[in-house]
């Protein structure tokens, strides 16, 4: 079996590994416009000139070192967690050359090869660095009132090293797993600004990005609303600072959070925490966000 990047013209074939090649294949085509993924990121399983599996990486323009797992694409036949952990294997190595040095990758509960996935992730060498939930907010459901005295500016008021320092402030003593792991690796500052770099090459509109500020005008935390499409939002960061924990701030910074993409047009707004993540937890379903879903969010890094 051989394992290698796809061309251009493999697309539609490539595609064919889907059960719904031609979203599989519209979905491709707008990453790699979007410089979000491209064909040299695309890897493909091959037996004689069959396409038997493959793996599709997601970029981060401003982190060149960062790459996480977009869709592992695998057979239906016996077989599939070595063909999967092979590709795996196999990309990885390739990445290398590409000088990627961390690789993510997440598996929903609610994803029918989840168990296979998870085999596959840990056979070519991934570990399991945290546990998350998915909330899901509906626009068919009213936003409850919660009143409040917060004040709010926008990232488009703020310098983006203000933003950053601020991300760094409220993730001391987090409850975040992933965030904790980061701070290790990199550092307090790196942490914060490569955390906000992921951000912006996810969906950057700093009109939406908010930070609360407390009547004795102390900033007190932020919310990062995001839209991924014209029906979907999600509140992708908050925090609040260590001192002016326990005051609600947190329900309030997501209420805003919420209230923005609402007003945006999204029907449905995700949030993923984690599992340890109570105060934050009772905040989602105060507001009537409900837990859709377990995420394990794996990592690999390369030497």
């Given at each position: 079996m051989?394992?290698?990047?796809?061309?251009?013209?493999?697309?539609a074939?490539?595609?064919?590994?889907?059960?719904?090649?031609?979203?599989?294949?519209?979905?491709?085509?707008?990453?790699?416009i979007?410089?979000?993924?491209?064909?040299?990121?695309?890897?493909?399983?091959?037996?004689?000139?069959?396409?038997?599996?493959?793996?599709?990486y997601?970029?981060?323009?401003?982190?060149?070192?960062?790459?996480?797992?977009?869709d592992?694409?695998?057979?239906?036949?016996?077989?599939?967690?070595?063909?999967?952990?092979?590709?795996?294997?196999?990309?990885?190595?390739?990445?290398?050359?590409?000088?990627?040095?961390?690789?993510?990758?997440?598996?929903?509960?609610?994803?029918?090869?989840?168990?296979?996935?998870?085999?596959?992730?840990?056979?070519?060498?991934?570990?399991?660095?945290?546990e998350?939930?998915?909330?899901?907010?509906?626009?068919?459901?009213?936003?409850?009132?919660?009143?409040?005295t917060?004040?709010?500016?926008?990232?488009?008021?703020?310098?983006n090293?203000f933003f950053i320092?601020?991300?760094?402030?409220v993730?001391?003593?987090?409850?975040?797993?992933?965030?904790l792991?980061?701070?290790?690796?990199l550092?307090?500052?790196?942490?914060?600004e490569?955390y906000?770099?992921?951000?912006k090459?996810?969906?950057?509109r700093?009109?939406?990005?908010?930070i609360?500020i407390a009547p004795?005008?102390?900033?007190?935390?932020?919310v990062?609303?995001?839209?991924?499409?014209?029906?979907?939002?999600?509140?992708?960061?908050?925090?609040?600072?260590?001192?002016?924990?326990g005051?609600?701030y947190?329900?309030?910074?997501?209420?805003?959070?919420t209230?923005?993409?609402?007003?945006?047009?999204?029907?449905?707004?995700?949030?993923?925490?984690?599992?340890?993540?109570?105060?934050?937890a009772?905040?989602?379903?105060?507001l009537?966000?409900?837990?859709?879903c377990?995420?394990?969010?794996?990592e690999f890094?390369?030497?």
């Amino acid at each position: 079996m051989l394992v290698r990047t796809i061309k251009q013209n493999d697309l539609a074939k490539f595609a064919q590994l889907s059960p719904s090649p031609a979203n599989l294949q519209s979905k491709l085509q707008t990453l790699w416009i979007d410089q979000r993924s491209s064909p040299e990121y695309c890897f493909v399983a091959e037996e004689d000139s069959n396409f038997v599996g493959g793996a599709v990486y997601l970029l981060f323009p401003s982190l060149p070192e960062e790459v996480a797992l977009w869709d592992l694409l695998l057979p239906t036949t016996a077989g599939s967690r070595e063909i999967g952990s092979r590709i795996l294997i196999a990309s990885f190595n390739a990445l290398g050359r590409h000088s990627v040095k961390h690789i993510e990758a997440r598996i929903e509960s609610t994803d029918d090869n989840a168990i296979i996935r998870r085999a596959c992730l840990e056979a070519a060498g991934m570990c399991c660095f945290q546990e998350k939930w998915r909330f899901d907010f509906s626009s068919h459901h009213a936003l409850p009132e919660i009143g409040g005295t917060l004040i709010y500016q926008s990232l488009l008021q703020l310098s983006n090293d203000f933003f950053i320092t601020l991300i760094e402030n409220v993730t001391t003593n987090t409850l975040d797993r992933g965030d904790l792991m980061n701070m290790k690796n990199l550092g307090t500052y790196r942490a914060a600004e490569s955390y906000f770099n992921i951000l912006k090459d996810l969906d950057y509109r700093p009109e939406l990005w908010q930070i609360g500020i407390a009547p004795d005008n102390i900033p007190v935390g932020l919310v990062v609303p995001q839209i991924f499409s014209p029906k979907l939002g999600a509140i992708n960061y908050l925090g609040v600072v260590p001192q002016e924990r326990g005051k609600g701030y947190g329900l309030e910074l997501l209420h805003k959070g919420t209230e923005i993409l609402l007003t945006a047009g999204s029907e449905q707004i995700i949030g993923d925490i984690d599992t340890l993540n109570f105060p934050l937890a009772q905040s989602l379903e105060t507001l009537g966000y409900k837990k859709k879903c377990e995420i394990s969010c794996y990592e690999f890094r390369l030497a």
